[in-house]
């Protein structure tokens, strides 16, 4: 979605090898602070992971952290798996560029929370064990819906994990002065590796608590990025917003909405798509679901959202002073000069707030958000890879391929084999995708997620009829459209921010399919559940209906 998620929930414009150079030229005097940043955060998490992996004993330990954490600490990492980096830059970025239609995307980042508040968490909490699919085969063949549920979780969860691997090479290897093509490679292989350390020592209990210090991080970096922001206009945000719009060139229109979306009735569609996908793909998010089976109860899944929503909630409102912020201090040209995304505008911004590109104080700041953004890459795919390795060796080794007959000692190993063989993929493909447009695939992840997972979740707790069938139709249906109409869309080819840039074969007109894919997915579970002759049994969604509802006989 470059032009829909361009800047947004994805580094697509750090996929440019040619971006951020504004950024990294202001660093380059400062590079060995900038590296002791990084390796004092690889250091501090590397030690926690060892600490986590040796309190690591069982199945429960390695795929939910033995159920031990608190609703707040559950909240502070649901936070960290949530506000990626690409987030981070990318809504900054947006707001910088396109003013009040930039901010939308901070408010449906949050409006989706309640959706996973509301329907999800507490059921899921009590219904499953460690994945998705646990929910799913409660009450259904086991074989068949399983493989449904972990073809989708690791398709997501690839194509997320590969969108924020291939930024994260480019924006690490600009901001240390990596320019060989090997030299990048490199980068994308040392994130994997420590993607794959920090899940296979540390398990839920390692990767939670690198999640957690990186929430820390985040708000810290930009509670102190707003503070100065808001310094320099005497804690005026009229006059912050004043000097915005008269900044940008833009005029009132800067703080109006229609600047981006609402020029023709293709784009309000596309934005309609995309919010569909956003708001709905949360609460089906692999990496989010598995992160409620980390409490003890129900009800500190329930806080755990509640503390999330607040923290990702302030987050979200100091974008205001960071995208505004960025208006109002910097200048477009520059903005877009540096990446044309606008990815770089919380940066630049960090640099200038603290003194401009010259200034010890500018590059102690940019130094600072650059290892923040650096921690929350490596916190996001840890918790992807956690994800993807969960469903492989849970749902696929073990109840699939050993039919339920395989030891929990073999889980773990499965579950360990796994990430070693993700990570070397993610690594494979985020190398070779480091020159591309990654745009689609974050908004793929979102829109298989919202198009496959979610009908299947809702139906499965909510519908007494949902049958076998019904739940393959919906998974397989939303699955195989969501990527069939990204596919044939302008994200992909036929436009000069398409993945492939020389191609044309695109017939889809919109940039996200979620209009069309999420309602098939909900229509395909009906229809199969419906047409199917294999009656539910009542008495199973009766036990699940109670056990959802009250957490009896919960793990």
Do not use: C
Request: charge should be positive; charged fraction near 15%.
């Amino acid at each position: 979605m470059s032009g829909t998620l361009t800047g947004l929930t994805d580094l697509t414009g750090l996929a440019d090898p040619t971006g951020l150079t504004t950024v990294a030229a202001g660093a380059s005097e400062h590079r060995p602070l900038i590296i002791t940043l990084f390796g004092l955060f690889v250091v501090a998490t590397l030690v926690i992971t060892v600490w986590a992996g040796r309190q690591t004993k069982d199945a429960a330990d390695f795929y939910a952290g033995g159920r031990q954490f608190t609703g707040f600490q559950n909240g502070l990492a649901i936070s960290g798996d949530y506000m990626s980096a690409a987030s981070f830059l990318g809504i900054a970025g947006a707001i910088a560029l396109f003013g009040y239609d930039g901010f939308l995307y901070s408010i449906g980042f949050l409006v989706a929370w309640l959706v996973a508040l509301l329907l999800v968490a507490e059921p899921l909490r009590n219904s499953g064990r460690y994945t998705m699919g646990d929910v799913l085969a409660y009450r259904m063949r086991q074989r068949p819906v399983r493989t449904a549920a972990g073809t989708s979780t690791i398709v997501v969860s690839i194509f997320y994990l590969l969108a924020q691997m291939a930024g994260a090479g480019v924006l690490v290897s600009l901001l240390l002065g990596i320019t060989s093509d090997g030299g990048k490679v490199a980068v994308v292989a040392l994130v994997g590796v420590l993607m794959i350390v920090y899940v296979t020592i540390g398990g839920m209990k390692g990767t939670t608590w690198v999640q957690m210090i990186k929430a820390v991080l985040l708000i810290a970096g930009a509670l102190l990025i707003t503070f100065l922001v808001l310094l320099k206009f005497d804690f005026n945000i009229s006059a912050l917003l004043g000097q915005a719009a008269e900044n940008s060139g833009q005029g009132t229109k800067f703080l109006e909405p229609g600047l981006k979306y609402g020029k023709d009735s293709l784009t309000k569609l596309d934005f309609i798509s995309l919010g569909l996908a956003l708001v709905l793909g949360t609460a089906g998010l692999p990496h989010i679901l598995i992160r409620f089976y980390t409490v003890p109860t129900a009800q500190a899944a329930r806080k755990s959202v509640n503390w999330a929503i607040g923290i990702i909630g302030a987050f979200y409102l100091m974008t205001i002073a960071l995208g505004f912020g960025a208006a109002a201090l910097l200048k477009r040209a520059d903005i877009l000069a540096s990446n044309k995304a606008g990815n770089t505008a919380a940066p630049l911004l960090a640099q200038e707030i603290g003194g401009g590109p010259d200034s010890t104080g500018g590059a102690v700041l940019l130094a600072v958000i650059s290892a923040v953004a650096f921690a929350t890459i490596l916190a996001v795919v840890a918790g992807l890879t956690l994800a993807s390795s969960s469903s492989f060796a849970h749902d696929l080794y073990v109840n699939v391929i050993r039919k339920g007959k395989a030891t929990e000692k073999e889980e773990m190993r499965a579950a360990r084999w796994s990430t070693v063989v993700i990570g070397a993929v993610a690594i494979g493909l985020g190398a070779l995708a480091r020159d591309l447009n990654v745009a689609g695939l974050v908004a793929l992840a979102f829109a298989v997620a919202a198009s496959a997972n979610l009908p299947t979740i809702l139906y499965s707790l909510f519908w007494k009829r949902f049958s076998t069938r019904g739940a393959l139709w919906s998974i397989y249906g939303g699955l195989v459209s969501a990527v069939g109409l990204v596919l044939f869309s302008p994200v992909v080819s036929g436009k000069p921010t398409s993945m492939f840039k020389d191609a044309d074969f695109y017939w889809f007109p919109l940039e996200n399919p979620g209009i069309i894919s999420i309602p098939l997915g909900f229509l395909l579970g009906w229809l199969g559940t419906v047409l199917s002759k294999e009656k539910a049994d009542p008495q199973k969604f009766a036990e699940l209906e109670v056990r959802s509802l009250t957490g009896t006989g919960a793990h």
